[in-house]
């Protein structure tokens, strides 16, 4: 098994970059602590894809000694990269990320900018709020869906009166999201709008109606 690692551990220096992913992904699946080093060295790989599997690996494998060097990726020029530093270092519980995620904040890539607010979120950053108020009002949906479940999960009743407007969302999963977070809030000034939200006939989107319902009977019964 030795001699079968040390000889994976050396293509992950080969010229093909297919050669070098490959290795990566077998060492990866062997859970061969002994190559963190030379993963490390992957991050800054001339090819973007392998830096990117480089990433998952160490993120896998929970080297904490990675974080600065996944930080260091959150500035990549492949948005893609970026976005698997932001889920490495969230799996990682990097707070020390913290102020180099928010900078992601004002990516021009939205998934970049999702993945930053599911970070910050997920670590309990309650620095960001103010952003994520801003980001209410995002023109991408999947962002305002992420900064909605951000701010509910930091408990932020700050937000409370946007969330009731975006019942009204044009995006039937970012009102999903606004009215699961009403709830989970016990926001019971809400109750007036999930009944006129039932009572739309315009509202069709049936997984919609019944986040609303059970919304509703939850907050009448508290």
Sequence with gaps: MQHKIDHLIALLED?????????????????DKESIPKFRDLLNDEYWLVR?????????????????????????EYRAVRREAVRALKKLNAKEAIPYLRDLLNDLDDDVRCEAIQALGDLGDKGSISKFRDLLNDENSSVRFKAIQALGDLGDKGSISKFRDLLNDENSSVRFKAIQMLGRLCVKEAIPDLKKLLNDPDEDDEDVRCS?????DELQRM
């Design 52 to 76: 990117i599997e480089a990433i998952r690996t160490l993120r896998d494998l929970g080297d904490k000694e990675s974080i600065p060097k996944l930080i260091a990726l959150l500035d990549d």
């Design 212 to 216: 609303a319902e059970q919304a509703l």
């Design 15 to 31: 010229q093909s970059w297919v050669v070098r992913i490959e290795a990566i992904w077998t060492l990866r699946d062997l859970g």
